[in-house]
């Protein structure tokens, strides 16, 4: 069974190691992405990565709405992105795409971008194999099937493509609406 954000953050809270690893299975990509966008090397991305994860662990019981468990995540990324590249320019030059917003403190409306993506990459994860590859196959994938390829590739006749479409929409409607989107 999946555990809302809330009762994975109290899970690491108390200790339990398995909601551990799933926060930063869940989570790990999103963290991992901020650095990366802003331009550092996946090298540094990992040095980020680890720092978020220990500010994490050492501050999790800070949080004050569970709910924002993504915000608080990139909120803190973002920081420690910007404090990584401002010690690194100093050190080694580390330098960071300076067309983003400057100083850590991501927008607003980045702030939420990056939480609703990260809203559909569960859904997507709680989709059936054939609903995932289906929704993937018409969103996500640079090559772009027809109709006759996609019935191919799942196994199902091209006239269902249409109507298991709409049920797969119809369950990913449901699960973003249960995580709150």
């Known amino acids: 069974m999946r555990r809302s954000d809330p009762e994975l953050v109290q899970s690491c809270l108390n ?15 999103l963290v991992y992405s901020i650095p990366m966008r ?20 050492r501050r ?4 004050r709405d569970e709910t924002r468990l993504s915000a608080w995540l990139i909120r803190a990324t973002y920081r420690e992105t910007w404090r990584y590249a401002n010690r690194a320019r100093r050190g080694r030059g580390v330098e960071l795409d300076e067309s983003q917003p400057d100083e850590g403190a991501p927008t607003e409306e980045q702030v939420l971008r990056q939480e609703r993506q990260q809203l559909v990459r569960q ?17 996500f994938d640079a090559e772009k099937l027809s109709y006759d390829e996609l019935a191919d590739r ?8 249409g109507p298991t479409r709409a049920r797969c929409f119809r369950k990913l409607e449901a699960i973003l609406s249960k995580l709150g989107m």
């Open 38 to 57: 802003l331009g550092l090397s996946q090298s540094d991305a990992d040095d980020v990565f680890q720092t978020v994860m220990g500010i994490v662990l």
């Open 154 to 161: 799942l196994g199902m006749r091209v006239g269902s493509i």
């Open 123 to 139: 859904a997507m994860e709680q989709l059936d194999e054939r609903c995932s590859t289906l929704v993937r196959a018409f969103f």
């Open 15 to 29: 200790g339990d190691e398995t909601a551990w690893n799933v926060l930063v299975e869940r989570y790990g990509r």
């Open 60 to 63: 999790l019981a800070t949080l």
